[in-house]
C-alpha cells in the first residue's frame, strides 16, 4: 500500500505561480512512476505530468513547458511547480503512483483556481 497526501492548491490569479505538494508513505520502493493528473468540472481527468525511476517525465500537452516536476527523496515528496497559471488550469489535481504490478494509488485531491 502507498499513501498519497496533497497539499499546496489555492485560488491565485491569470499568470502567477503555485506549487503543490504530494508526500507519500507505506511501500514507497514498490512505485516506479509518479505524477499528477487533474480534472475539471465537467470533464474527463487528464494527465498533467508523470516522472518515472529515471527522472524522465511524460507531459500532457496542455502544460508542456509551463509546469515542472520533481522530487525529494529525503522527504519523500514530489513537487509541482506551476507557472503561466491560466483559468483553463482550474482543476482538482491528484497526485498518483503507479508500482511495477500495475498496482495504482491516488491522493485525496487539491483544488486550483485560476481566476481573476
Known amino acids: 500500500q502507498v499513501q498519497l497526501v496533497e497539499s499546496g492548491g489555492g485560488l491565485v490569479q491569470p499568470g502567477e505561480s503555485l506549487r503543490l505538494s504530494c508526500v507519500s508513505s507505506?511501500?514507497?520502493?514498490?512505485?516506479?512512476?509518479m505524477g499528477w493528473y487533474r480534472q475539471a468540472p465537467g470533464k474527463q481527468r487528464e494527465l498533467v505530468g508523470l516522472?518515472?525511476?529515471?527522472?524522465?517525465?511524460r507531459w500532457g500537452d496542455s502544460v508542456k513547458d509551463r509546469f515542472t516536476i520533481s522530487r525529494d527523496h529525503a522527504k519523500n515528496t514530489m513537487y509541482l511547480q506551476m507557472s503561466g497559471l491560466k483559468p483553463e488550469d482550474t482543476a482538482t489535481y491528484y497526485c498518483?503512483?503507479?508500482?511495477?504490478?500495475?498496482?495504482?494509488?491516488w491522493g485525496q485531491g487539491t483544488q486550483v483556481t485560476v481566476s481573476s
Open positions: 498518483v503512483a503507479f508500482t511495477r504490478r500495475q498496482e495504482q494509488y
Open positions: 507505506g511501500n514507497i520502493g514498490a512505485v516506479w512512476l
Open positions: 516522472r518515472d525511476a529515471e527522472g524522465a517525465i
